[in-house]
């Protein structure tokens, strides 16, 4: 199990925990100013949390859900498959927020003999939290890229995760136990 450091986003605003072997992404690339990214130093698991305009004209907030992954993950022209959608409460913020994980997978266009894919398919475990008064929705993605041999332990249908999602639903859950707005005049931007 991985240990766990408190981080601060946005300048401070929001706090959450991520694991102790992730590191600040700034410090690799540049990354837009609506998000903030940490990846594992020893691997290929990243983390974005990403502060978006609150999506509406959907009957539910699941379907705003899946709006937000086809829309973030569905941009590269991958696959996604959904698999469980369900609400959660963020520990540290009101009872009353909407807030959801949902379990999905992307899965590359075919590959050719000029572009080989690197991976089976990227594991995404998705929290949305909907600031109604605010107008947003904060998106954190835990992402797990797998190549063939990884992809060999997992069967979404049947439940079975394998270790790397796993390890991803260690992180989700420690992010909804941490997840804490500190300012919320981010929103006011």
Known sequence: MANFKAVDLYDGSIQMAVPTSFIDGSDLRPIPNNQEVYVDANGTTSIIIEVLNRVNGFATDEESMKYHIEDLAGGSGDTIRLYQTQRVTMHKLHAAVPA???????????????????????????????????????????????DENLAREVNMEEGRLGQKMEEAATIRDAVVASFLVKNWGLFDQ
């Not at 379990?103 to 939290?129: C, E, K, L």
């Open 100 to 146: 959801y994980t949902m379990i999905a997978t992307a899965h590359p266009v075919a590959a050719t003999a000029s572009s080989p894919a690197s991976r089976a398919f990227t594991g995404i475990y998705m929290i949305m939290v909907r600031l109604v008064d605010q107008d947003c929705d904060i998106i954190v993605t835990v992402n797990v890229p797998h």
